[in-house]
């Protein structure tokens, strides 16, 4: 196995333990580690990695991707500044760890079907819904940016191909961006253990059909973050629709379950995509109805209001008369009674 880079162990905010050798008997169990990943990087060119808590086997891992906007241009990434571009090391780490409580991610959480996984917090800091493969220049700003969403998710999964044990089942999440970016990337993840049992939990990245999402921001993202050399291989429609890329996962990943959580009104995507709050709950639908419902293995999870995220308390939402963490454990226990809730 792989060296495992500069090791640091957290427990929430406080950072406990310092660097250490390798292999995944470096990693402890129910408590957080820093890993430096070779290769990954943020948008100013610093040095970044992952966060690791190994859970109490190694046959189920979540791939959480974080979220945090997104950039395409100098307004957004230098002036707006709607995106991070880094660092992120240990500290900020330890300072997302401090929300980490009543989060998808915290173990003590009643009824958390993640509680006893391995869990992988990738960071953000690339602007790019961990998607992007492309170094820009954008006229009129005061450097590059680095878009390198995609080559760190890739780092991420080396890591952890290299060592720890190979899982039995595989969850792919994240939300707002990370939604986004765990939509792009579960073809990569699923594909890296095929013998795995696979799950996308996109938690308020909608990939909303054909021009419901904004035409004009999907060309920007897809020339800025060179999408045509991430998506396009295996999803040639995406290029004008976004949702075309589900019943692609559906049929390279049969045996996978895909799920896709939704405030109906949520105001930072209706924001985003330039749709009222009407707008946005009838294009939603339309992703849900003509997307999601088809597919044998693909669920929703919508809730009323403007909100944006569930997972970051997943306990407070019920749909449906289900809880969204009951919700989630009838999915990856592969419940029948796992069912569409809100719609």
Not at 9 to 19: D, E, G, K, P, R
Not at 162 to 189: E, T
Not at 282 to 310: I, S
């Amino acid at each position: 196995m792989r060296l495992l880079h500069r090791v640091r162990v957290l427990s929430l905010a406080v950072l406990l333990a310092a660097c250490g050798g390798g292999g995944e008997d470096r990693i402890p169990r129910r408590s957080w580690a820093w890993v430096d990943v070779p290769g990954a990087e943020c948008a100013d060119g610093s040095p970044t990695g992952i966060g690791v808590s190994r859970g109490d086997d190694d046959a189920r891992v979540v791939l959480f991707l974080d979220g945090g906007g997104a950039c395409w241009d100098a307004v957004t990434c230098f002036q707006l500044r709607t995106a991070s571009p880094g660092p992120f090391g240990a500290a900020q780490l330890s300072a997302r760890l401090a929300e980490l409580p009543g989060s998808a991610l915290d173990r003590t959480l009643p009824g958390n079907p993640w509680a006893g996984a391995t869990l992988v917090f990738v960071p953000y800091c690339t602007g790019d819904v961990h998607a992007g493969d492309a170094v820009q220049d954008y006229p009129g700003a005061p450097r590059s940016w680095r878009h390198h969403g995609r080559a760190n998710v890739e780092a991420a999964l080396d890591w952890l191909a290299a060592n720890l044990p190979a899982p039995g089942q595989v969850v792919v999440s994240g939300a707002s961006a990370g939604g986004f970016g765990a939509l792009l990337a579960f073809d990569r993840a699923a594909g890296r253990w095929p013998a795995a049992r696979a799950y996308l939990v996109d938690d308020s990245g909608p990939p909303l059909v054909g021009d419901d999402f904004s035409p004009v921001l999907r060309a920007a993202w897809f020339a800025a973050w060179r999408l045509d050399r991430t998506l396009l291989p295996i999803c040639p429609d995406c290029a004008l629709d976004l949702s075309a890329l589900l019943p692609v996962l559906a049929r390279a990943h049969p045996g996978a379950r895909l799920a896709l959580l939704s405030s109906r009104q949520d105001q930072v995507i209706r924001g985003y995509v330039g749709l009222g709050p009407a707008g946005f709950e009838a294009a939603l639908l339309r992703l849900v109805d003509g997307r999601v419902a088809p597919l044998a293995q693909a669920r929703a999870f919508l809730v009323p209001g403007e909100g944006h995220t569930l997972l970051g308390a997943p306990g407070t939402f019920t749909s449906g008369g289900v809880p969204l963490l009951e919700w989630l454990r009838r999915m990856v226990e592969d419940d029948p009674a796992w069912t569409t809730a809100g719609r």
